[in-house]
């Protein structure tokens, strides 16, 4: 049972990766999923959600507009658009999976049932 993340890479400033969070093991289709980052030196960061009742998304306020969560529970995957990179966004980023949370718990990072593994993100200046 585990979570995996992928996609990340490096990308010029203003440019746009996606990132993908395959769940194995068990299915998404019950859990709320969230995308965390962090970066060196800096404390975890929540960076969005989507909730597995309605599909409805929230996003931190330094992402908000720029990043984009989905999901495809046929695929068992979530993913993480992020548009219009900035070098702030430089951070280890990954997934993780709460059976039938809202957002607000989510965003707390509390009891989470699962935790994948991340991947770099890097933006260059």
């Known amino acids: 049972v585990q979570l995996q993340a992928s996609g990340g890479g490096l990308v010029q400033a203003g440019g746009s990766l996606r990132l993908s969070c395959v769940a194995s093991?068990?299915?998404?289709?019950?859990?709320?999923i969230g995308w965390f980052r962090q970066a060196p030196g800096k404390e975890r960061e929540w960076v969005s959600c989507?909730?597995?009742?309605?599909?409805?998304?929230d996003y931190a306020d330094s992402v908000k507009g720029r990043f984009t969560i989905s999901r495809d529970n046929a695929k068992n995957t979530a993913y993480l658009q992020m548009n219009s990179l900035k070098p702030e966004d430089t951070a280890f980023y990954y997934c993780?999976?709460?059976?039938?949370?809202?957002?607000?718990?989510?965003?707390?990072?509390?009891?989470?049932?699962?935790w994948g593994k991340g991947t770099q993100v890097t933006v260059s200046s």
């Open positions: 993780a999976a709460d059976l039938a949370s809202p957002c607000i718990v989510v965003k707390a990072a509390v009891g989470m049932d699962y």
């Open positions: 989507i909730r597995a009742s309605d599909g409805s998304t």
């Open positions: 093991g068990f299915t998404l289709d019950y859990y709320a």
